[in-house]
Structures are given as C-alpha cells and as structure tokens.
C-alpha cells in the first residue's frame, strides 16, 4: 500500500536527491515502515534551507505544489492546488492531511471512495490570528471572517472520515457540533533512539547549586520569549551567579533578544539553530525546561526535553496541562513573566533533586512517541 501526505513541509531537490527538514524525516521513516512508498505533497525550494537532510534510499514521491507560505497567499494557487490533489490520489490508498493545509477539505471531492483520508488537526488557526499581538482588533476580526469559510468546509470534511487532533486541547476551541468525531491524539517526534541510559546515568549535580534553564524553539514573539528573558532578569537579580539560560533556536527577535541580553548583562548564552541528532547533549547539560509560547497545540519539543529527564516549566498551553499532570513540573499562565518567575524561583529554592526524578520524567515521555502517534490517526494497534 501507498500513503500519500499532504503538508507543505517544503523539500528541496539537487541532482536527483531529495532534501527535506530534519524533524520530518523521522515522520517519513515511521510511514515507510508501513506503507511501501510515500507521496509527499509539498511546496519545493530553490535551494536548500538550513538543517535540511537527505531522504537518499527512501522510496518518497514528490507531489508538487505552488509555493506559498499562507492561507491568503494560496488562494491565488486554487487551481493548481486541486491538481496536485489529482495527481496525489491517483496513486495512493490513503491519505495523511495535517489540518489546516489550504483547501484540504476538496480532496476526498477529488479522490473520491477509492482512497481513505485521516485528518489530523496540528494547529487552530483562529488561535493563531487572535494572539498575534501586532494586529489590531479590526484586522484580527477581518482575518477570521476571511478563513471561516475555509475552517468550516474543512472540519466539515474531517468529520466525514478518520478525525483527530493533537491532544485534548484544541478542542476548546472548535465548535462542540464536531467533537464527537474527534479522536484527541498526542502528537511527539520522539523514536526509540531519543531514549538512553544517558538521560540519567549521564546527569551530574551543579557545583554551587547551579541551576542551568533551557529553551529550544523558534526566536518570535508568539512563543513568549520576551516574558522568559522578563522573568529570568528577575531570577537572576535575586541569585546572582547561581543561575544560567540557554537559548536554542532561530528566528527574526534573534537580534532584538541578543541586544536585550547585551543591554542588561544577563548570564544568557545563545546557540543558534542545532540539529535534532545533535540536541541531546544540550538537553542532558541542563536541569529545566521552560516553554512560555502563547499558543501552541503542542509542543513537540516539550516532550523532547522530558525524554532527557529535565523537570519542564510551560504555560498552560496545548497537551504541557496532560503531560505534566502526575510527574514533577510546573504550569503557569500565558504572558505572565511574574508567575513564570515564580515557577522557575521555586525550583530553585526548594533545592529540587533532579537527578532523583529524571527516571519519572523519563517514563512518563515513553508513553508518547512517534509510532504511537501514527498508530492513534492511522488507527493502527501498537
């Protein structure tokens, strides 16, 4: 059997080969270790982008579609869009749509019986529009009032086959006539190898009750890393050479964080963009993890950093309020860098034994991989 994908992941290809983002590689091995090909259908680059690797010796199948990079900017492409649609269903038996692509909703017009169609909602783009906080109240309404179309037919499109979403909590957000059709599923990247002895065995106590704070993720505004430098200023101001923070990531507030580190003197170190391969020795020489997104469904990289054993901070956003219901971590509210504060105070305070409790965090991210994400949308058993 085939699959076909649609998510506008973006490959580039040289000479024949195929290169695609790191992270979603791991997504193509998990399905070509159940189907026997994999038709991709995605936007293609001029050139490669950073982090890509080669999918050489994979039998994946390129569909593809116009680049763009927005809902807004595809409508332009419908057209081309709805063949791409033809072309993919023509050769697959099912279909893995990640929610919300553009126009999504028109391939079972396209494909017909024949192909079976799992969607699974990865992000709420009505979320999305209402917490960007550079739009004014009249652009967000107009913005929502331009996609609900486009929201509707394609929920109403999910509900008439295999429906999932990512985690419990979009939920809260999409209307209740459609909640009976959806199946809440825990999206992670995690694979065997993501988990070792390391994790623990690894791990060694600060000298001076050093307390070394981490984030990984994209450098902009939606994901609350203003309130993160906001709040470790003031943990900093209270243990002065006791506490460190790590930034991994890209983005374009790169500039502007580097400027406030500068500007303040704070004990923050940036590491840029990094491999998945090569994350896991950030994670193992750290203790804490903070997540302060405003939105999210997920994130993945939470469940990354609980697979090394780092006790986790977030804010109460996507499935963090599930995963960190019955091990050691903290939930503070969004846009709040007084209770993220607080939270990573705390921790520091109480003298926490993180070497004691990485084996509960650990176990605890075992229950969420890659193969059990795909066995709850595709419907398989473990």
């Not at 900017?73 to 553009?102: A, G, Q």
């Not at 990354?304 to 499935?319: K, N, P």
Request: one cysteine or more.
């Amino acid at each position: 059997m085939n699959i076909g994908v649609y998510a506008n992941w973006g490959v580039y290809e040289c000479n024949g080969e195929l290169f695609i983002p790191e992270i979603h590689r791991y997504y193509i091995d998990e399905l070509l270790s159940r189907y026997e090909c994999v038709h991709l259908m995605t936007k293609t680059f001029t050139k490669a982008e950073k982090g890509m690797v080669s999918l050489s010796g994979r039998n994946v199948r390129v569909v593809r579609l116009p680049f763009f990079n927005s809902y807004m900017s595809s409508v332009r492409h419908i057209f081309s869009i709805i063949k791409s649609f033809s072309r993919l269903t023509k050769n697959v038996d099912i279909v893995y749509v990640r929610v919300f692509e553009p126009f999504c909703w028109i391939l079972p017009i396209i494909g017909g019986k024949r192909v079976d169609y799992r969607f699974h909602i990865v992000a709420n783009p009505i979320s999305a529009i209402n917490s960007k906080s550079s739009d004014s109240a009249v652009v967000k309404f107009l913005k929502v009032l331009l996609f609900y179309p486009e929201y509707i037919m394609t929920l109403m499109a999910s509900r008439n086959h295999k429906f999932t979403c990512n985690g419990p909590s979009p939920l809260e957000e999409i209307p209740k006539y459609f909640h009976r059709s959806i199946k809440p599923v825990v999206e992670s990247s995690l694979v065997d190898n993501d988990f070792t002895e390391d994790a623990v065995s690894n791990y060694s106590p600060r000298d001076g009750r050093l307390v070394k704070y981490l984030y990984v993720g994209y450098l902009r505004q939606a994901k609350g890393i203003h309130d993160l430098l906001v709040a470790f200023e003031m943990l900093e101001d209270r243990f002065k050479g006791q506490v460190e923070l790590s930034i991994v990531g890209n983005g374009h507030e790169l500039d502007r964080l580097k400027q406030i580190v500068d500007s303040r003197k704070l004990n923050v170190h940036f590491h840029g963009e990094i491999k998945r391969s090569q994350l896991r020795e950030i994670y193992q020489n750290n203790d804490v993890f903070v997540n302060p997104s405003l939105s999210e469904t997920g994130p993945r990289v939470v469940l990354e950093a609980m697979a090394q054993g780092l006790y986790v901070i977030s804010t109460r956003v996507g499935y963090c309020q599930y995963l960190l219901n019955d091990i050691p971590g903290a939930l503070v509210g969004t846009e709040n860098p007084s209770e993220l504060f607080e939270a990573m105070m705390k921790v520091k305070e109480s003298n926490f034994n993180f070497e004691e409790n990485r084996s509960e965090i650990v176990s605890k991210a075992r229950q969420f991989t890659l193969k059990t994400f795909f066995d709850g949308v595709l419907n398989e058993k473990n």
